[in-house]
């Protein structure tokens, strides 16, 4: 799973986008994080991207803004339990 996260360095609540990326690389080591940066030129950006911080799940959008951590955790959690065929 790939969980690429969307921020602009000039935006004050990236730093939280920042924070909650630290937490789900601990909690969930075998989703791939990634951030992006979209003040910088050479920032590989999607066209769905509409506004920071933006949360992907595998080319999805999942969340605009900051979740929670118990929001993205149970998203996350959840689309876990449907990759392997369980029932959330």
């Known amino acids: 799973m790939h969980l690429p996260i969307y921020i602009a360095g000039h935006c ?11 937490e789900v690389r601990h909690a969930f080591p075998h989703i791939h994080v ?17 506004l920071t911080p933006g949360y992907f799940l595998n080319g ?11 929001t993205l955790f149970q998203v996350l959690r959840q689309r876990d339990q449907e990759s392997k065929g369980e029932m959330p």
């Open 12 to 22: 004050p609540v990236s730093a939280y986008a920042l924070e909650l990326a630290a």
């Open 60 to 70: 999805n959008p999942i969340h605009w803004g900051n979740p929670t951590r118990e």
């Open 34 to 50: 990634s951030i992006s940066d979209v003040d910088e030129p050479a920032a590989a950006v999607s066209e769905e991207v509409l």
